[in-house]
């Protein structure tokens, strides 16, 4: 994973959210030259992906290969979680 720069003020943000036990804390960051890791400990492997899922839906990226999804559901109004090739290729299908 590839670390996020942050500012030593992004910091408090980050550790508030670690304290409530909130997973948005999770991430790689790079705080003056320091890489900083929060994971989750002994993840199973389905939970590690539905992490990545979790987080890739949260950053509006198509969760099976990452990238930016940019169409909206007329239906929601929400970013599709799938960009257009996926939703194609598996909306579709369901
Ligand atoms: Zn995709």
Do not use: W
């Not at 030593?8 to 804390?25: C, N, P, Q, V, Y």
């Not at 509006?60 to 990238?67: A, E, F, S």
Request: net charge positive; hydrophobic share 30%.
């Amino acid at each position: 994973m590839k670390p996020k720069s942050v500012k030593t003020d992004d910091l408090s943000k980050i550790f508030s959210s670690l304290k409530k036990g909130d997973e948005a804390a999770i991430g790689s960051y790079l705080v003056k030259g320091v890489r900083l890791q929060i994971s989750k400990y002994n993840l199973t492997g389905a939970e590690r992906v539905q992490l990545l899922y979790k987080r890739r839906r949260a950053q509006g990226l198509c969760i099976v290969c990452g990238t930016k999804v940019s169409k909206k559901n007329p239906a929601t109004g929400k970013l599709y979680r799938l960009c257009e090739i996926h939703r194609n290729k598996i909306d579709k299908n369901s």
